[in-house]
């Protein structure tokens, strides 16, 4: 072991005549330690609920949309989707169609996006599909079934089994006059993505009865495409355009949920940058503690100097111990960060509103390069802490030193 590293770790821990040195010492290592994990939990916590809800928000929807540029529909919808399935990157290709109707109930309604879907083909995208809450899937043909996510199904107070309403926003010409169109449907099941906007919003019937319902014969509102790197969905999207000529639109789920997730990054940021300051002051403490312990070790620096120890070793000392106070503080910030993290997701410890929050609990994601980040700017700030007391010991004058009583 050098000599410097030997002084340095011999400077930290042996007892000093002045203990308030050792306290300021041991406040600087604890504010660190807090710094760190306070960073550990926080970016933990916003990655979380950022992935959390990209995940169910994704899961719910499509990573790309396909409509007409119109927005009359799509027509020859097959052709387009085969083609599409045979991009790079592309999982699944499958055909929706939507309007807003008003569900009614017994007593109750509530406004809702109905979906038609191919629910043969859906099954296999969306697992969210495969685990009811109650029921079963809408039947392809014959049938007059609709399918309600669960908190709109609590809404209008209705489970697999009874009847619904839905009103269509279509006029259609009566002895009476212009009257919207109605229709009765079975509740066949009840579903639950995990996304309270979606759930509470949505219902669903199979694509044959959707195309009658919504006047399209032959053809679709848009084309749901799942892929397998959702952060390439932009160059997939050009593809699609070059596949698909001009008469077609193209929306990534970054475009569509842009605001929501500027806002998270936007955040965690911040976050980031107000719990350094907390590292920052901690580095403040390791400035005073080793200036403290410089003025306290000038006889033994002048003796040092005297048998021989260069500006170099004397400033190396120095630096190695507000190093080790940063490195130490470090790796406890880091462990008890994890470790808190991983309690809470095991014990589900912090709970939300689902119905604001889109999630039961908060769930904590370390990220590697995150908590990389945080080691490398707690490490960079009480490095550079160091500088200027080690440089002031550096610069003492051997001679006025062993004079010093």
Known sequence: MKFELFLARRYLTARRKQAFISVIT?????????GVMALVIALSLITGFQEDVQDKILGATSHLMVSSLGGEGLRDFEKLAADIRQLPGVESVTPVIYNTVLVLSPGRSSGAILKGLNFQEEVEVALWLKNLEAGRLPAEEGHEEIMLGRDLAASLGVGAGDQVEVIIPVARLTPVGLLPRTKTFRVSGVFRSGLYEFDSST??????????LFNLPGMVSYLQVRIKDIFKAERVAEKIYRTGGTGIYVTTWMELNRSLFSALKLEKTLLFLTISLIVLVAALNIVASLVLMVMEKTRDIGVLMALGATAASIRKIFFLQGALIG???????????????????????????????QISYVPFHPKPLDMALIVAVTLAITFVSTIFPSRRAAKIDPVQALKYE
Do not use: E, H
């Open 26 to 34: 041991f406040v600087s290592i604890l504010g660190v330690t807090i």
């Open 327 to 357: 490195v130490i503080g470090t790796a406890l910030g880091m462990a008890l960060g994890l470790l808190w993290c991983w309690l809470a997701n095991v014990f589900k410890l912090i709970k939300v509103p689902v119905d604001i929050y």
């Open 203 to 212: 219902a669903l019937i199979s694509m044959p009865v959707a195309q009658k």
